[in-house]
């Protein structure tokens, strides 16, 4: 079956512009995580969504990073304002949800992103 | 607070022989530990993950490790490396939903 996509999978962006990325999860899956992994580095947790519900956003750096999940399913990790320090992979990770378990996390080839 | 750390950074090792990647983890509440890996321009993988069960976890492609609470250890392990083995490897850990990584060890593989 199909795994997690995410588009752009490179995204240029010039200081200061407004940039979008999507995430489509795995089927079915209920919680969907979004990390920003920067190079050489090891990924960092953004935020964490259950459904539609955003249960999770104390890794979002500033108030430029805003993300949703409207419909329980695709998401959208939304920045503004890009700053050089930005730049980075954006890794999107779909799961099932097992209440009292961590459940394996599947992750999406990432998105790219570099500010100029 | 959780926090894992992987001892080294680059791990060279010719083909055929073993490989040892280390982790020690630091949690206040009893872990789940995983190791991903991530291949150049590939998404992370799931090797293998620790969830109370058995201390020592089998993996894919013949990798495993071994869980150990006196040490605060999570080594992972392959007798045999192979080329194909060639990529980062994270260790992590998680007693909620979120993961937390290591900053990751970059395997070499040489003929």
């Known amino acids: 079956g199909a795994g997690v996509s995410q588009s752009p999978r490179y995204k240029v962006a010039k200081r200061g512009q407004d940039v979008a990325l999507r995430c489509d999860p795995i089927?079915?899956?209920?919680?969907l995580f979004w990390y920003q992994q920067a190079l050489g580095q090891g990924p960092e947790f953004l935020t964490y969504f259950q459904n539609e519900a955003q249960l999770d956003k104390s890794g979002l750096p500033s108030d430029r990073f805003f993300a949703e999940r409207p419909e329980g399913s695709v998401s959208t990790l939304k920045i503004q304002r890009t700053q050089q320090e930005d730049s980075a992979v954006y890794l999107c990770?779909?799961?099932?949800?097992?209440?009292?378990?961590?459940?394996?996390?599947?992750f999406g080839p990432g998105t790219r992103l570099t500010v100029t | 607070a959780q926090s894992v750390t992987q001892l080294d950074s680059h791990v060279s090792v010719s083909e055929g022989t073993p490989v040892l990647l280390r982790c020690n983890y630091s949690s206040s509440y009893s872990p789940s530990l995983f190791w991903y890996v991530q291949h150049p321009n590939k998404g992370l993988q799931l090797l293998l993950k620790?969830?109370?069960?058995?201390?020592l976890v089998k993996g894919i492609n013949g990798f495993e490790a071994e869980f150990k609470k006196s040490e605060t250890s999570f080594h992972l392990t392959k007798p045999s490396a192979h080329m194909s083995d060639a990529a980062e490897y994270f260790c992590?850990?998680?007693?909620?939903?979120?993961?937390?990584f290591g900053t990751g060890t970059r395997l070499q593989v040489f003929p």
């Open positions: 089927s079915g899956h209920v919680s």
């Open positions: 620790y969830t109370s069960a058995a201390t």
């Open positions: 990770a779909s799961s099932s949800y097992i209440p009292g378990l961590v459940d394996e996390q599947y």
């Open positions: 992590v850990v998680s007693n909620t939903d979120k993961l937390i």
